[in-house]
């Protein structure tokens, strides 16, 4: 995962003079804002996962068979993927996120990925995260296209906790496709999420992208 991090962030800093560091550092330090690193978003599944499901189901028994085999199984895979065939379905969501955070841990991304279309399909509120978990999986083996066309799908005006990193994605995935002109108009719309932070990065992509139109 220290190697995905340090892949992306090289791609930013090829284009970006000592002036828009400050900008680098943010975006690193800022995962769930900006969310551009494999694995980084998935953090905020897992944080959801355990505050809906295990604070508000009464499913006891289950609860504490997961947590139980969580803590002690030799073969986690092999045991989740048992129990998700039994768990009630309340509790399956938290099942997945276990799967996709081992399946993380253990670099299998094609995995990780089929766990999250299955977790996305679950529960509505979560849908974006997944998707941009997904996201950063394409983002990762270079397929670009495939991860604009997925990215696009996340509905902006209903996930609005997701924009900035949406924009972020959009942005970077269109100018990776040398479509400058989308690539443009996502920066321009990205930059007004900014209201008081740095955004010598965002000023110096839209110069640029702007002079390629």
């Known amino acids: 995962m220290e ?35 494999l694995g980084g978003v998935i953090i905020l599944v897992g944080a959801y996962s355990g505050y809906k499901y295990y604070k508000y189901s009464s499913l006891n028994k ?24 039994k768990a009630p379905s309340e509790l399956k969501p938290s099942i997945y996120v276990e799967l996709v955070s081992l399946y993380f841990e253990n670099n299998n991304l094609d995995k990780a990925y089929d766990v999250l279309e299955n977790l996305k399909k679950l ?3 979560i849908f974006a995260v997944c998707v941009l978990s997904q996201v950063n999986i394409l983002m990762d083996k270079g397929d670009y296209k495939e991860a604009y066309n997925l990215v696009s799908t996340i509905d902006l005006d209903k996930y609005k906790n997701y924009k900035r990193e949406t924009l972020f994605k959009k942005a970077f995935l269109a100018e990776k496709m040398n479509d400058f002109k989308n690539a443009y108009a996502y920066y321009v719309e990205l930059k007004k999420e900014f209201k008081q932070e740095d955004t010598s990065y965002l000023d110096a992509k839209i110069s640029n992208l702007k002079e390629k139109i």
């Open 62 to 85: 289950a609860k504490k068979e997961l947590g139980m085999l969580i803590v002690s199984s030799k073969d986690r895979e092999k045991d989740l993927l048992s129990f998700l065939t």
């Open 3 to 37: 190697e995905n991090k340090k892949n992306i962030l090289e791609q930013i800093e090829e284009e970006a003079d000592e002036t828009i560091h400050p900008f680098l550092e943010f975006i690193v330090n800022n995962l769930k804002t900006i969310g551009i690193v």
């Open 123 to 125: 529960d509505d509120d």
